[in-house]
């Protein structure tokens, strides 16, 4: 829940803050298992086309944390940038899961 006491400034970091870095923290793993593995679940180019998605989200996200921090954690994220980030990660989490998968067959 919400505390109708914080400040805008804090309410920001304590919302955006640790979601950028949940983001920041599957896109890496994902590509981390991109560039290591072949999926067998996967084409070679779906698997390129992930991996160079994630590539661009992430350059994307270092460059919002990077405004973030330069304005004092007092500015948010628009919707429309962090909407396609979650659908990339939901993404990642099948991928994720379907390789488990894989491996446990």
């Known amino acids: 829940m919400r505390d109708s006491n914080l400040p ?3 309410l920001l970091k304590t919302v955006l803050e ?11 793993r994902s590509r981390e298992m991109l560039e290591t593995e072949q999926l067998s679940f ?3 180019e779906e698997q390129s086309d992930l991996l160079l998605r994630i590539n ?3 350059a994307e996200l270092t460059t919002a944390k990077v405004l973030f921090a330069a ?3 007092q ?5 429309a ?3 396609p980030w979650h659908q990339l990660v939901t993404e990642c989490w099948n991928v994720a899961r379907r ?4 491996r446990e067959v």
Request: hydrophobic fraction near 35%; charged fraction near 25%.
């Open 8 to 10: 805008g400034t804090e």
């Open 81 to 83: 940038t962090l909407k």
């Open 18 to 28: 640790p979601l950028l870095e949940d983001f920041q923290y599957w896109f890496t």
């Open 56 to 58: 661009q989200a992430q």
């Open 71 to 73: 304005t004092g954690e």
């Open 42 to 44: 996967m084409s070679n």
């Open 75 to 79: 500015v948010g994220i628009d919707m």
């Open 99 to 102: 390789s488990r998968e894989a």
